[in-house]
Every structure is written in structure tokens, then in C-alpha cells.
């Protein structure tokens, strides 16, 4: 007994020593922070003040209804760790103004990739998972360059929650991306669902306040309640899950069956589940004990095992198939191996890493560098734009100006015409007022007998 605890406590601080080791997983180089930040020498950044230029920001939307793209894309690429910070909040209010306005549909894919960096460079978290959380007022899509630079720099900082909360984007959008994408999603995932002091999962739905008075609105028609299974997932183990279940079967082997049966299990889906299980027992690939029973589990480790899930299951009868086909798979010489998934997750990590870093290292340099072109074409198509109003504008002035000169000079040529547009003169019959002192006047009576005198002329 004494032997066995040993050699697990040799087994735990040799997992701990490899983890310290492999703290990260992308290199330095991997972040171009030497190319991102020449866009800060720019003329067209260069000479914006951000705070006055937000302030004439907010002057515009004011008075005209709606923000420029560019001029966003502007503001929040003249910003940097030292002089964003004190602004973090006018970044999410602007983002939200062009999210909210027609604008939205020019946004720029530098403008995410810069609030989304500013808020990795100031470690602003909380922010950067509220507006992931909230894509239809705020509108930041990370691409998979971002995404992974996201996930690295959390599960480096043993935030898994953060970690997996951005994993889930890729799954809300069906799109893992390429084989570095999927591996940092899984090994997010699977850390936050082995790890004990996870941060909490904070709800960043905006809450709609409820009247203090009891309000009764008439509507025509009630409409039933509808749950899509997948934007509306709120508990965190199903979301964490679900992306767990849904990208396993793209790494494959080992790492994906057992992290397959684990999301499934996460995710609360037996009937998924138990597919999955008889799928594994009919192939060639071996699961992890310690993902299934536990079964080679160091003590000081903890780890989601799907019989501990499937305790807490109330369908009777699902929880039978999922053991017994639990059981048969356990009773199968070769489908239960003894293997450390986070070691085996490092290990393809770093492989991937190493063979795809410098080929996204260039894509994106050469990224930086269109978007540096897109950005002086926007401007420049702006510059057009507001020629073309001013011109528009002084034309309707001066035929304006014009027309009313015509009317003067030609006035006695149009004189019936114009008069046929005045307004009719006639006189109007307004009623006789009564008196209020004698009442209505009486009208005359007449003597019909009365002969006038005749009238002699002298």
C-alpha cells in the first residue's frame, strides 16, 4: 500500500513538473508584436489624440445618428497598453454605437483584432468575456490566429474558465479551424472539466429590468417556449461539453475517444453517450481508465469520470445501458489503457505548434500588412465621400438660388400663374354676435295698410 502511494505522489509531481515546463505553448514570436505595433506609425494613427478623438466621435453620432467604420477602426488601433487602459470603456461603448448602426456591415477585421489584443495586453478578462459572450450588441469575432494567442495566454495563466469560454466561441460558430485551433479548444476544455478551482462562470446576458408595478400587456398570441440546444446553453458543463464532444472526433485516437465520452457525459447526452461507447468498443483505439472509472487516477488529482456522472443521471434506464456498455468495454482486454491524457495533450500540442506556428507566424504578417492597405483605402473612400456630399449639397444651394432669381425676373410673364396659387380671397360670412344686455333684435313689424304720402314736387 505504501509502495502504490508512492508511486502515485512520483506519478502527480512528475504530471506538476511537466506542467510548469510546458506552462506555454506558443512562442514569443508567435505574437508579432514588432510588426503590430508599426501600425502605431502610421500617419493616419499617428496623429489622433484618442481621447479628442473619441470626444469628436461621440459629437458625430450625436448629430448625425451613427459612427463611421473607419473612424473606429481609427480610434481603437491608435491605442496601446499604456494609453487604452484609461479608455477601456469608451473602446466598448464605440464598438457597441457601430454595432448598432448600419455601419456595422464595413467593419474592418482589424478592428476586432485590435480591442480584442488591447484587452489580452491590459488583462482586462472580465471585458473581453463580456463582449465573446454578447456577439449581436458588441460584434467581436475572434479569427483562429487570435483564438489561439486567447487560449494559450489563459491555460499559461491556469484560467481554464477563461479558456474554455473562448473555446466555445469556435463551437457556437461550428468552426474549429485548423489542426492548432482544435488542439488548444480540446485542452481548454479538458482542463476545465479536470481542474478543482475553476474561476466561475459569470453570465454576461444582458438583464432586462422587470417594472416595479405589475404591468398587463394585451398581445394577440402566446408564442411556446423554444430551447435551440445551442445558443441558448447556459449551464457550463453542457457548454464545455458539447465543444468537448464536438471537436474530439476531429484530433481522433486515444485523447479524442476519451474526450469524446467525457463531453458527451459533461453534456448529459446518454443517448450520444452510449453510441459512443459501442462505436469504441467495435474499434481499435484503447480509452482512458481515468476518463471512464477512474481507474488509474492519482490521488492527489482530480478528474469528471463519466461512471461519477452518470450517478447523478435520474433516467433510470439510461444510466443502465451507459453502465452496462461501461462495463463490457472494461471487460475487454485492450479498450482500457493506463495513459495520462494532459501528458499526451501537451505532447500534441507541441507538435502541432511546432509544425504550424511559423506558416500562421506569416499569414498573419502578411494579414497586417493588407489591412494597413484596406485602412488607407477606407480613408481614402471616405475623403470621397464627403467631396461628394459637399458638392451635392452646394449644387441643391446654388439651383436654389437660381430658381428664386428666375421667379423675380420672370415674375410679370408668370404673374396669372401665381396668382391662380394664391389662396382664395373671398369674403367670409361670419354670424352677428348677440347682444348681452338687450337679448335678440326683433324684427320690424310692417303695416300692410300703410299709403305712403304723395310726394309734390315744388
Given amino acids: 500500500m505504501a509502495l502504490r502511494t508512492q508511486t502515485h505522489l512520483f506519478r502527480y509531481l512528475k504530471q506538476n513538473l511537466s506542467r510548469q515546463r510546458c506552462c506555454t505553448y506558443l512562442s514569443a ?3 508579432c508584436d514588432e510588426l503590430w505595433n508599426k501600425r502605431l506609425e502610421n500617419p493616419l494613427i499617428k496623429s489622433i489624440s484618442p481621447n479628442d478623438y473619441f470626444y469628436e466621435l461621440d459629437r458625430k453620432h450625436k448629430r448625425e445618428g451613427k459612427v463611421s467604420a473607419i473612424d473606429v477602426d481609427l480610434f481603437v488601433n491608435s491605442l496601446n497598453h499604456k494609453n487604452g487602459e484609461a479608455l477601456l470603456d469608451e473602446v466598448v461603448d464605440i464598438i457597441h454605437r457601430l454595432r448598432r448602426s448600419p455601419e456595422t456591415v464595413r467593419t474592418l477585421p482589424s478592428t476586432n483584432h485590435a480591442v480584442l489584443r488591447l484587452l489580452l495586453d491590459t488583462d482586462s478578462t472580465h471585458i473581453l468575456l463580456k463582449l465573446l459572450s454578447d456577439p449581436l450588441n458588441y460584434g467581436v469575432f475572434p479569427d483562429h490566429y487570435t483564438t489561439n494567442l486567447l487560449m494559450d495566454y489563459y491555460i499559461k ?4 474558465t477563461a479558456a474554455a469560454r473562448i473555446s466555445s466561441v469556435k463551437m457556437l460558430q461550428e468552426d474549429f479551424g485548423p489542426k492548432v485551433t482544435q488542439v488548444l ?3 481548454s476544455c479538458y482542463f476545465y472539466a479536470t481542474s478543482d478551482n475553476n474561476q466561475p462562470w459569470e453570465d454576461y446576458t444582458p438583464k432586462v429590468e422587470e417594472p416595479k408595478e405589475e404591468v398587463k400587456i394585451r398581445i394577440r398570441y402566446l408564442r411556446n417556449p423554444y430551447f435551440d440546444d445551442h445558443f441558448d446553453l447556459k449551464e457550463p458543463n453542457h457548454i464545455v461539453g458539447k465543444t468537448l464532444a464536438w471537436v474530439s472526433p476531429l484530433i481522433g485516437g486515444t485523447v479524442g475517444s476519451s474526450c ?3 463531453g458527451w457525459a459533461l453534456y448529459n447526452k446518454w443517448d450520444e453517450l452510449e453510441a459512443a461507447l459501442s462505436h469504441l468498443s467495435d474499434g481499435k483505439e484503447p480509452v482512458a481508465g481515468s476518463v471512464v472509472s477512474g481507474f488509474f487516477v492519482d490521488i492527489l488529482s482530480k478528474i469528471n469520470t463519466v461512471k461519477e456522472i452518470m450517478e447523478s443521471c435520474e433516467d433510470q434506464d439510461s444510466r443502465e445501458k451507459v453502465m452496462s456498455a461501461i462495463t463490457r468495454i472494461e471487460g475487454t ?11 499526451l495533450v501537451d505532447k500534441m500540442i507541441q507538435e502541432e505548434v511546432a509544425a504550424a506556428e511559423a506558416t500562421f507566424i506569416k499569414e498573419q504578417e502578411v494579414a497586417y500588412q493588407s489591412w494597413e492597405k484596406l485602412r488607407e483605402d477606407e480613408v481614402q473612400f471616405q475623403i470621397e ?8 449639397a452646394e449644387i441643391a444651394q446654388k439651383k436654389k438660388a437660381l430658381e428664386e432669381r428666375e421667379e423675380v425676373i420672370y415674375f410679370f410673364d408668370n404673374k396669372e400663374r401665381l396668382e391662380m396659387l394664391l389662396p382664395d380671397r373671398k ?7 348677440k347682444s348681452l344686455i338687450f337679448g335678440k333684435k326683433q324684427p320690424r313689424k310692417v303695416d300692410e295698410g300703410y299709403i305712403p304720402p304723395e310726394v309734390i314736387r315744388r
Fill in 29 to 31: 514570436a508567435y505574437r
Fill in 157 to 160: 495563466k491556469e484560467d481554464f
Fill in 185 to 187: 479548444t480540446l485542452a
Fill in 260 to 262: 469524446e465520452l467525457l
Fill in 333 to 343: 482486454e485492450g479498450k482500457v489503457a493506463e495513459v495520462d491524457i494532459k501528458d
Fill in 385 to 392: 465621400e464627403y467631396k461628394k456630399k459637399q458638392l451635392l
Fill in 427 to 433: 369674403k367670409k360670412f361670419y354670424p352677428k354676435k
